[in-house]
C-alpha cells in the first residue's frame, strides 16, 4: 500500500523558539500519495484521545510527490523567519505546537498509518521525550510504522532517559540544529535515477 510511505521525519521543539515548532512529513515511495483523508494529529501529554485543535486536515494539500516534503508548522511567519521559506501549512495549537513530550500520527481516515510516541503515555524521560530539541527519523527506515518503535529515531532532548538506543541529552537551537525540506534518508532525486532510453 503507498500509505506504507508517508514518513514523520522530523520533529521540532526548539529551545530558543516555541514558534519554530514544525512536523516535516516525507513520501518516501517512487509515487505519488493522494492526502484526501488523511490528517496529522497530536495526543497531548498522557491524553487518550486527540481533539480537533490538535489535528489537521492534509486533504487541501492534493497530492504529495514521490521525494517531496510536507511541512507543517505551529506558526507561519515564525517558521519562514527562522527558516527563510513558508511551511507548506500551519496552525496554532495544532499538531506541530508540541512542547516535546506529545505523541504525533498520520492518520488515514482514523487508522493509524505513521506515529511518534506512544498515546496514553506522557513522553516525559521516554525515549519519545523531544522537549527542547528535535526528533530525526533515521536514514534506513524505508517504511511507516503505526506503532512507535524508538530504534528509528534520533532523539535530542533536555532530559536524560534511560535504555534508549539513540536519545541525547542536549537541547537544539533553531535555525542552525534543525533542517526543514533535507532528511538524512531521503532518496537521490528521482530524475537523476531515469534510464534514458
Same mark, same amino acid.
Given at each position: ?5 508517508? @514518513?514523520?521525519?522530523e ?18 515511495s517512487? @509515487? *505519488?500519495? +493522494?492526502?484526501?483523508? !488523511? ?16 489535528? #489537521? ?6 497530492? @504529495? ?5 510536507? #511541512? ?9 523567519t ?5 511551511? =507548506? ?5 495544532? *499538531?506541530?505546537d ?15 498509518? +505513521? ?12 525515549c !519519545? +521525550?523531544?522537549? =527542547? ?8 527506515? @524505508? ?18 532517559p ?5 536519545h ?10 534543525? =533542517? ?10 528521482i =530524475? ?6
Open positions: 500500500s503507498l500509505y506504507g510511505q508517508l @514518513l514523520i521525519t520533529i521540532a521543539d526548539p529551545v530558543n523558539n516555541t514558534e519554530g515548532r514544525f512536523i516535516e512529513i516525507y513520501n518516501r517512487a @509515487l *505519488p500519495v +493522494d492526502l484526501t483523508n !488523511h490528517k496529522l494529529v497530536r495526543w497531548t501529554n498522557n491524553s487518550p484521545t486527540y481533539t480537533a485543535s490538535t489535528a #489537521i486536515d492534509l486533504s487541501s494539500v492534493g497530492t @504529495l510527490n514521490p521525494g517531496q516534503f510536507l #511541512i507543517v508548522a505551529a506558526n507561519s511567519s515564525s517558521f519562514n527562522l527558516f527563510g521559506f513558508s511551511p =507548506d501549512m500551519a496552525q496554532g495549537n495544532g *499538531p506541530a508540541s512542547n516535546g513530550n506529545d505523541q504525533m500520527a498520520i492518520l488515514f481516515g482514523e487508522t493509524i498509518i +505513521d506515529i511518534f510516541g506512544v498515546p496514553v503515555e506522557d513522553g516525559l524521560n521516554t !519519545h +521525550d523531544f522537549t =527542547d530539541g528535535r526528533a530525526e527519523r533515521k536514514a534506513f527506515v @524505508l517504511q511507516s510504522k503505526p506503532s512507535f518503535d524508538e530504534s528509528q529515531w534520533n532523539v535530542w532532548s533536555n532530559s536524560n534511560t535504555s534508549c538506543t539513540s541525547v541529552t542536549g537541547t537544539q537551537t533553531a535555525p542552525s540544529d534543525f =533542517d526543514p525540506g533535507h532528511w538524512i534518508g531521503e532518496s537521490p532525486n =530524475d537523476d535515477m531515469t534510464i534514458n532510453s
